[in-house]
């Protein structure tokens, strides 16, 4: 068992790392919910503390490789004013972090638009722990349940790469790619939705 558990958290940490098109970890631990006799509470533990470090990790590598090596002087400016609005707000920004964390949707884009504000990864770390705890207790939870109940084939057959899955991680690179290029000075104290130049 312990082995087994090793194994999910060196996986589940390997996949919160991957920036774009991993499978969802909450998919990842339903399988596991179902295919191994293991405690709900011991693998959503486990998964989360797997996709926390992992996440902190991706958003670490947003602002060193991708903040501090690719982007220009006036993209890094331009999201300096969303750092500091954050900065403004720790509580509502560890709240939002919290509550997304209940969602099952993917949490790769918020980590990487948070790394490249380079702001300190402790604000969010706990609440996003917090939040992956229930949801994938709920689904582990869930998913053992469901086995039980219908034919383990019918369930475990579905592929990863769903149309919903694509559709998620398209919309991803596309948030991503909008947060660079909004002018989000003009945003915060105009209240226009703007456009960056290529060149500025």
Known sequence: ????????????????????FAPPTWTVLSFISIRFDINFLALALIGAVAATCGR??????????????????????????????IQSKPRFTAGAFL????????????????????LNLRLIALPFFMGRVVSYSFWAFTA??????????????????????????????????AF??????????DSKVKWRQRNK
């Open 180 to 189: 660079t290029r909004l002018d989000w000075e003009a945003l915060f104290t």
């Open 1 to 20: 068992m312990l082995y087994l558990l090793l194994a999910v958290f060196l996986f589940i940490f390997a996949l919160n790392v991957v920036p774009a």
């Open 99 to 118: 509550l997304y964390a209940f969602s099952p949707f993917p949490s790769n884009n918020l980590f990487i638009a948070y790394g490249l504000t380079g």
């Open 56 to 85: 902190l990790v991706l958003a670490k590598l947003s602002k060193l490789l991708v903040r501090e090596k690719f982007l220009s002087e006036g993209t890094r400016k331009n999201i300096d004013s969303v750092r500091q609005r």
């Open 144 to 177: 053992a349940g469901l086995a039980r109940k219908i034919d383990y084939e019918s369930i475990a057959s579905g592929s990863f790469f769903s149309l919903y899955f694509v559709i998620t991680q398209i919309l991803t690179i596309l948030i991503l790619f």
